[in-house]
């Protein structure tokens, strides 16, 4: 995502409205420098005013160090608590998305039960979704997202975020069954028929709801038939003609089926 999408957009006008200090926030870049991050003791309003004029000047860097900075000052501060969700959401912007987390996560183990705790485990969810790879790569930061986004449906049911949550569970899931689906498919082209089959198995089982499921059914009908079990070939086949009956992939079922197994179909 870059740092003028929908999702960034949001959150800058969450945050605006959680701790007002200025006029509003800007999506405009503004130039800093080091100097406005090296230590000089301040009182902690100037010290966080001069971090939020930063943010809204969308000097994202110089904002997220004066934001530790305001915690690292003032430890035992309110404002303290306010930099640090402010420096995890100035991490976020600037897709650093590490620093992002452990800020966030930083936030949640000192103030669990603060109203913004909510935002804090969204923070942290879409720092994960945003490090989502293609399937090609590993699907460890993919399965992370997916804990984190489950996690805010878990114990914020009603809470907007939860609402974003679960239109997000459901493309990390096509995510993760495109990868077992790639997975299945490398098996099925070497002939590891049995390995391939448990692949796609998991897609019908776990990720039955995604757009890979038909096809998963037609690899099983597929692999079943490779592996001389024409009953189980036509057991999966018969569940994709329910479950899909106009689709490409019963087509090619039913002709495989008629080709590899006439007596099996229609019987």
């Given amino acids: 995502m870059t740092a003028r999408s929908p999702h960034k957009i949001a959150l800058i006008a969450a945050v605006c409205a959680m701790v007002p200090l200025t006029a509003g926030c800007s999506m405009f870049s503004g130039k800093g420098g080091d ?4 230590y000089v003791a301040r009182d902690v309003e100037s010290l966080y005013a001069a971090a939020k004029d930063r943010l809204d000047r969308g000097d994202i860097r110089v904002a997220a160090a004066l934001f530790d900075e305001v915690e690292r000052q ?45 935002y804090a485990y969204y923070l942290i969810a879409l720092s994960y979704y945003e490090q989502i790879s293609d399937v090609d790569r590993d699907q460890s930061i993919t399965q992370q997202a997916l804990t984190a986004l489950t996690d805010i449906q878990r114990r914020y049911p009603n809470s907007e975020y939860a609402a974003d949550a679960r239109l997000k569970v459901d493309l990390v899931y096509d995510h993760l069954a495109g990868k077992e689906m790639q997975i299945g498919r490398f098996y099925e082209k070497t002939g590891q028929w049995l390995a391939a089959q448990m692949r796609f198995q998991n897609v019908v089982e776990t990720y039955q709801t995604t757009s890979h499921a038909a096809e998963a059914l037609y690899r099983l009908t597929e692999t079943s038939l490779a592996l ?29 089926m008629q080709k590899e197994a006439p007596t099996q179909v229609g019987a």
């Fill in 74 to 118: 003032h430890p035992y501060s309110p404002w303290a608590r306010r930099a640090q969700l402010m420096s995890a959401f100035s991490y976020y912007l600037m897709q650093d998305y590490t620093k992002a987390i452990d800020s966030a996560q930083r936030f949640l183990s000192i103030h669990p039960g603060n109203k913004d705790a909510p």
């Fill in 35 to 38: 100097r406005d991050t090296a």
């Fill in 228 to 256: 001389g079990l024409p009953d189980e070939a036509k057991k999966y086949a018969a569940v994709l003609g329910a479950n899909y009956p106009g689709s490409e992939w019963y087509e090619k079922a039913f002709a495989l």
